[in-house]
């Protein structure tokens, strides 16, 4: 059976078990809501430098993101797992994810987006995690304006270079009238 990115996305974090979801919210979040986790674009580089892009995986998974008071790190809670991704010092610049020649996010893409003129000073998150059938991965995500956020799960196995793109949107429960076509 064929699972999608964010379902092994998900039990790669029930395999970290940081924090149970179901132990209350700490008074030193900042609750920025409900979001919806999707796969916009990838690709994979192989050893010999053979880039290949990916197939879409449109599959969504819901997440409730939060701030640390201190803008230390994001907290990601899904289902049944929280995830901390701490604030990374240098930035969306201590991230290679390889998106000058392919369809993903560009650096000047994300530069146009957050506003930035470097990608130093891109607010980014990160954390490395157990990814099933692959190993390690980072896992990154930035404010790329309005509430939105978008990111990548960059992971090396084998010699190549596996590259997801994600976007992270407000998720309202009832959309107004206007937006069902009523």
């Known amino acids: 059976m064929r699972h999608s ?3 092994r ?4 974090m029930l395999l970290l078990v940081t924090l149970p979801a179901t132990a209350s919210r700490s008074e030193d979040l900042i609750a920025l809501g409900p979001y919806q986790l999707v796969n916009t674009a990838g ?8 880039r290949t892009e990916m197939g879409t995986d449109l599959g969504t998974v819901e997440v409730l ?7 230390s790190a994001m907290v990601l809670t899904f289902d049944q ?8 010092p240098q930035g969306l610049a201590a991230v290679d994810w390889g998106g000058s020649e392919s369809i993903t996010l560009r650096r000047d893409d994300i530069l146009t987006l957050t506003g930035k003129t470097r990608l130093e000073d891109v ?5 490395r995690i157990a990814w099933p059938q ?6 990154v995500l930035f404010e ?26 407000r998720y309202f429960a009832s959309r107004p009238r206007a937006a069902r076509g009523h």
């Open 43 to 50: 690709f994979t580089t192989a050893a010999d430098g053979q």
């Open 144 to 169: 790329a304006g309005g509430s939105s956020y978008a990111g990548f799960l960059v992971s090396r196995p084998d010699g190549r270079t596996v590259v997801r793109q994600m976007e992270a949107h």
């Open 65 to 71: 993101v939060d701030l640390t008071r201190d803008g």
């Open 134 to 139: 692959v190993g390690e991965a980072m896992l």
């Open 5 to 7: 990115l964010l379902g």
């Open 123 to 127: 607010d980014t998150f990160g954390a």
């Open 9 to 12: 996305l998900v039990l790669a």
């Open 81 to 88: 797992v929280r995830l901390t991704l701490p604030r990374l």
